[in-house]
Each structure stands twice: as structure tokens, then as C-alpha cells.
């Protein structure tokens, strides 16, 4: 009877090792993603100056998937994107983690400071594509990531600053999110109050 009392406490607590380490893998999920999110990043941007073409960053507005697009012939086809096979382009982390929002704020090379009221208000605007220049310089960009799964409650805040090439990434949770946000609305109030 001992014996059987004892390989019950020993399955009960096993089952509660997996349960811990599901749990601790999905944790990370949002982490391991962001990480290969800021590598992705990279990486277009390499190529961006590699290939003397642009790179474009893409969301899907209903799946919030990443597509990896490029400009294949900029002298005779200015402006048409394909989606870009190179060696790193699948390996974008659509596995691990999903865009809730991507938003051009502030300058790049090609592009002046725009803030102040947001151009449009349908749903799609909160999936903005962002582009990397020949140059080395790319748009910049706040992109919000949520786990695949949508289980997590935390989101990881990616930083894109164009024309350095800065990547800052945070996870932050939602009252965190909330205060990242107001303090975005209140420098681009100020902002556009002085111009």
C-alpha cells in the first residue's frame, strides 16, 4: 500500500513538472520571437544594402503574418514588391509570434517627419509596412508583437529607429503598453504643437 501511495505522489508531481515546463515554453515563446523578430530586421536590412534594392517588411491584415518583400528592378519596375527569396527570408518567426500593430513615427532617409493625426482610420492602418533602403537606412517604426498563440498578455514593443539603424526591444505588459503609448501620443503632440 505504501509502495502505491508512493507512485501516486511520484506520477502527481511528475505531471506537474511537465505542466511547469509547457508553461515556462510558452513564457519564453514571446521572448525567442522578438529576438528572431530584431534578426529578421537585420537581416533585411543587410540585404537591403547587399542587393542595392529595397526590402519591405509586409503584414497581413488578417493573419498579421510577416511577408518579406523586395524590389527586384527599381529602374524598370519602380514600386513592384515580390515576395523576397533569400536565405534568411523564411525563417521569419510567423511561428512564434504574430504583428498587432506596426506604425511609421518618425524620420527616414526618404521620408520626413510625419506625426500628428493618423492618415486614414480603417483597421489596416495599424499594420503599416516598413521599408529598408539601399543606403542602410530604413523607415522608422514602433512594431507591437503578441505571442502566436494569443495566450501570452504581455507584448513585445520593437523600436526601429531609421536612419541610425537602432533596434530597442521591450516586453512590456498591458498597463506598461498603456504608458508606452501615451508617453508616443504625448512627444508627438509636442512635436507637432512646435512645427
Sequence with gaps: MELLASLVILTLLCGLVVVN???LGRGRQLEDGALRFETAL???RATA???GRRVRFVFDPETALLEVMWEPEPL???NRFVPARTAWSHQVPNSMVRATRSRL???SAYRTLTLGPRRGGSEGDDLEAVTFYPDGSSDSAVIELSDADGEETRRAVIELTGISGRIRTQILTADELQEF???MEA???DVTADG
Design 21 to 23: 515546463f509547457t508553461s
Design 42 to 44: 537585420r537581416m533585411a
Design 49 to 51: 544594402a547587399n542587393c
Design 76 to 78: 524598370s519596375a519602380p
Design 105 to 107: 513615427t518618425g524620420p
Design 181 to 183: 503609448y501615451e508617453r
Design 187 to 189: 512627444i508627438e503632440a
